[in-house]
């Protein structure tokens, strides 16, 4: 019983905790945000755009050398277009809150 009140206690602290982070980043500029986004989404158009030129480019005439750096290229912007595009993601703390209060409601 002690431990479970413990559980509960620590639950809450944890999700209060959280909150306040959460509140904390809520809070940025949004002008901040909508100039990163256009930034983003440019430099996404780039990319693409590099990539399109890339994959219309006659590959046959280039040397081993060329091809392999061309291959590299394509890699680094692959990674970079990931890193941009963002998504939701869930911290190991997050996860485990979740975990708890589904336990603790079922």
Do not use: W
Request: aromatic fraction near 4%; include cysteine; glycine fraction near 4%.
């Amino acid at each position: 019983m002690v431990f479970h009140k413990f559980l509960k206690t620590s639950v809450l602290c944890m999700v209060l905790v959280t909150s306040i982070n959460a509140y904390a980043t809520h809070s940025i500029d949004s002008t901040k945000t909508e100039v990163t986004s256009i930034e983003k989404t440019i430099k996404t158009n780039q990319l693409l755009a590099r990539l399109q030129a890339i994959k219309e480019m006659p590959k046959t005439n280039l040397t081993r050398g060329e091809r392999k750096s061309l291959r590299t290229e394509i890699k680094d912007i692959k990674k970079e277009m990931k890193l941009n595009n963002g998504g939701v993601y869930l911290s190991v703390g997050a996860i485990i809150i979740i975990i708890l209060l589904l336990i603790l409601i079922l």
